[in-house]
C-alpha cells in the first residue's frame, strides 16, 4: 500500500471542470488498495476524498493547515466527514504544503492554482513521483511549460494523462521501481557488512 495524495484547486474555475476527474481519481486509488493523502481542504481535494470514501477506501489522511479541529472548522471552514483521521499542523498552508508532500509517497495533481504550483514544486524538489491529470485546466495545463522553463522537461518521475485508473498504475510503476532499487542496495550493503 502506498500513500498517495491527491493535489488540486479548492476554488476557481478549475474545481468544476475537474470535479469528475478528482472523483474517479479518488476511486482509482481506493480501487488500487493505496492510502489516500489530501490537504484537507474543499473543492478538488475533498471531492477525491469522498469518493475514495465511497469506493471502499481503506484510509484516508487529511493534513490540515490548522492547529485544532475547531480551528480548522471555524477558521479555515474545512471539511472532515471524508477523512478516516487528520493531523492539524498549525502550520498554515505554506508549512502544511511541505508536510503533506513529503508524507506522500507519489502525488496525483489535477487542475489548480498557486498551492498546487507549490505543491509541484515540493515534489520536485523532494523527488516525489508526481502524476498530471489532464483536462481540468488551472496550472496543469501550464506545468510543462514550467518544467522546460526550468530545465526539467525529461523528469521520468513526472507522468501526465486523462486516465485517473493509468495515472495510478504508473505512479506504481514508478514506487515499485524505486522501491526495488531500495531494496536491492540496502541487500548488496548488507551482504558486505556481514561477509
Do not use: W
Not at 12 to 41: C, M, N, P
Not at 49 to 56: D, P, W
Not at 156 to 178: H, M, N, R, S, Y
Amino acid at each position: 500500500m502506498y500513500q498517495i495524495c491527491i493535489s488540486g484547486a479548492a476554488k476557481g474555475r478549475s474545481v468544476e471542470e475537474g470535479r469528475l476527474l478528482a472523483q474517479a481519481a479518488g476511486e482509482a486509488i481506493a480501487k488500487a488498495g493505496h492510502a489516500l493523502l489530501t490537504g484537507a481542504t474543499i473543492g478538488l481535494p475533498n471531492y477525491a476524498a469522498e469518493s475514495y470514501k465511497a469506493a471502499g477506501g481503506k484510509m484516508s489522511f487529511g493534513i490540515s493547515p490548522a492547529a485544532s479541529k475547531i480551528e480548522h472548522m471555524m477558521k479555515y471552514r474545512l471539511p472532515t466527514e471524508a477523512y478516516d483521521i487528520i493531523l492539524y499542523t498549525g502550520l498554515h498552508y505554506v508549512g502544511r504544503d511541505t508536510l503533506l508532500i513529503n508524507s506522500s509517497d507519489a502525488v496525483i495533481s489535477i487542475g489548480g492554482r498557486l498551492g498546487t504550483l507549490h505543491e509541484f514544486t515540493i515534489a520536485m524538489e523532494t523527488n516525489t513521483p508526481i502524476g498530471f491529470l489532464q483536462g481540468a485546466g488551472g496550472i496543469s495545463t501550464e506545468i510543462m511549460d514550467i518544467m522546460h522553463a526550468a530545465g526539467e522537461e525529461h523528469d521520468a518521475d513526472v507522468v501526465f494523462g486523462t486516465d485517473p485508473v493509468d495515472i495510478v498504475g504508473k505512479l506504481e510503476a514508478i514506487l515499485d521501481e524505486q522501491k526495488h532499487i531500495y531494496y536491492a542496495a540496502r541487500s548488496k550493503g548488507f551482504h558486505k557488512k556481514h561477509n
